[in-house]
DNA sequence: TTCACCATGTGAAACGGTTCACAGACCAAG
DNA sequence: CTTGGTCTGTGAACCGTTTCACATGGTGAA
């Protein structure tokens, strides 16, 4: 059965008995390769999503088009959200990280599920009220922060998943850069003297976090 | 009768019926004196607010206490949404700029009404997407422009009423800097440099814009 | 293996903004 | 009118980050 494949995990696994079955039933199903761009900064977009399997890249891009990384989504969360009002453009591009499979559910079909069901339109206020918060939190750290501060923050979120902290993170030092509005050499030189303090070790590719006491130290520092 | 006061401008001039309703139903009436903070970055609230007069600023702040000014609302405006599904922290800091008067709303009554009146639910994530969009840009400005253009943008927005252009500005240089995220000095030779080119006048406690034309190239440049 | 291509490491110079320090201007209260 | 306080203007030193340049190292394809 197809419900089978909904994830366990994330914002989906407590979604309302409504949102679920419109997932399963007038959800559009959207297979996506490694690199590929599900909607982009400026597109009209009029979908909910809904990811089911893989990892996408949450990122907005400057007029110049250079590139900020926000978040990285994982199967059970749901994003989209903005685009249920107003079939206006995207506020932000989303990219899978890897070969990823994706629900969407268009506007339409919410707005009338809402009228029919107001709780799910109050899980979906609740939705925005997260993604809210997080952006808060964003322009705060991003303001107020010196980088290394903002990289560590990063470091550590990016190896939660779920209540499990994963020792490996694997994005090139250019993609955590983007993560911390940085250019790649201010990262690297950072993440140098982390490594030389033995509080990371770095390999091509990828960032082990060895010490997350005093990684949370640096995350807490306004200046190193 | 008191539903006369509700200003004919900003979202409430098309604010649902039973918006319209409850604000002069339910509500509790709140004035503020210049200075007062209606509620407070951290703060558990579980209200929806509306404003009838005056002027608020809605900032969020550091750590460490220091202050970024993200916007000012007017008469129409409605905010503290995001309280609205979890009765948890305040993201932001909402101030009086002047003497004002505001309506709120309880958590309880709003979530009540959306049962009945599913729209309003609608209108409420409109509105949480409204706001999104304009936390989206503000950090996007903060990354990727330099001091200079934010400031013009901040200048040039603030002097927007309706579809109005005032050209007097009545911010110190100080309170000018919260809103770039810049120091008074830096927002200080800045401001003299365009008051040299002829671009706005300057005078103690506020700003004047002569030539909003010459302003927005500054506001598109990304190096000065 | 060899080569081409990335990713990483790092130094030097330039730059934008902060910090610090202080001077001058305006305004309100006595 | 004078005084105290706040706002404004500006210079100098400092600092974190960018930019540029290049070296090193790992990896995959030929």
Redesign the pocket.
Known sequence: MDSLELPQSGFLAHASEELTRLLNSVATKVDLDEGEVLFEQGDTGDALYAIMSGSLEFSILSSEGRKLAVDVMRPGALFGEIALFDPGTRTATVTALEPSRVRGVKNADILAAIRETPSLGIDLIQLAGERMRWMSTQLNEQVFL???ARLARKILYLTVDGSEHLSMLTF???ELAEFVG?????V??T??TW?RAGVID?S???VRVLDRDALQVMADLH?I
Chains 1, 2 share one sequence.
């Open positions: 010196p980088m290394p090139s030092q250019a940085a250019t790649r050499e201010a690297s030189k993440l140098s490594k770095v091509r590719g990828g200046q």
